[in-house]
């Protein structure tokens, strides 16, 4: 069992900035890829960015330079620093993880999402 909480979310404006957090808990026995996706009205939801337990990272095009995905193993936490943000970022922010509980093989497992929007 696993419960992914967003926070962070918000109303900023073009050239602002926002720190987006998830943090995981549960019987989990280890943690692989924690990622950060967002879904924008009429569009399909799509990956910002990943990060491996070893700290490996990959970011949509769309964000390279601007965002800064990092991870606490220790707290198994995993944030999106959100900077020189525009209205294409408007989106519902999602936490998603695969990890393995004691009960489980490995899983996906999906946060309830964080709204961010940026006006212009």
């Known amino acids: 069992q696993v419960q992914l909480v967003e926070s962070g979310g918000g109303l900023v404006q073009t050239g602002g900035s926002l720190r987006l957090s998830c943090a995981a808990s549960g019987s989990i026995f280890s943690i692989n890829y924690m990622r950060w996706y967002r879904q924008a009205p009429g569009k399909q939801r799509e990956l910002v960015a990943y990060?491996?337990?070893?700290?490996?990272?990959n970011y949509a095009d769309s964000v390279k330079g601007r965002f800064t995905i990092s991870r606490d193993n220790a707290k198994s936490t995993v944030d999106l620093q959100m900077n020189s943000l525009n209205p294409e970022d408007t989106a519902i922010y999602y936490c998603n993880i695969e990890a393995v509980v004691l009960t489980s093989s490995e899983r996906q497992y999906w946060g309830q999402g964080t709204q961010v929007t940026v006006s212009s």
């Open positions: 990060i491996t337990r070893g700290g490996s990272t």
